[in-house]
């Protein structure tokens, strides 16, 4: 099996990539937040161990992340790969991955970067405004409604949060960016790293991710 960790900054484009990549490769595409999300639905005994801590607002800790993870690749549809996305955000974290895919006899085969400079991240975070009601995301340039202001689906207005707003988004992208550029550096010493060129559009972007991929790892 192959396993790509998929790595960029918020507002870097993963979530659309990992979705165009998980199209075209035919693997799953596991993003952390899903399966955290799912195990509180599902009420296995780890899914309610993660719960707990959720529950007191705390972080999963990475062990049970990890359980969680494995257990997912241990799912028929992940049998020839996955793209793991939201994880390792660390490089502990990174680390301990390879220690239970090892012990599995595999391991990561491809660290993708999907490089966006740090002022680029930030004009882009900051055009995103959201609907009222129920939180429909649009942004100024790359998905502006139909008319200014107004969600397309419910009719209600659009509002930008502090949290998106330009100095919010600097402070918090510069600690971000930093424990990023670590968990690359694992992966560039590891010698599995690729680093793509984040600012090209959507497709330019796909096209390229897909070319890092050597073709025993394309499954
Ligand atoms: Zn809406």
Known sequence: MTTIVLLGAPGS?????????EER???PHIATGDLFRAAYRQGTSIGREARRHMDRGQLVPDDITIRMLLDRLDQP?????AILDGFPRTPAQAAALDAALKERGTQVDRALLIDVPAEDLVRRMAGRWICEKAGHV???TANPPKVPGICDIDGSRLVQRADDQADTIRARLTQQLGALAEVVDHYRRA????????RQP???????????LDPQVKV
């Open 138 to 140: 649009y942004h100024e």
């Open 13 to 21: 484009g993963k979530g659309t990539q990992a979705e165009l990549l």
């Open 191 to 198: 010698g599995v790293l690729r680093v793509v060129d984040g």
């Open 77 to 81: 549809d992940a049998k020839r790969g």
């Open 25 to 27: 490769l035919k693997v």
């Open 202 to 212: 959507i497709d330019a972007v796909a096209r390229d991710l897909l070319a890092e």
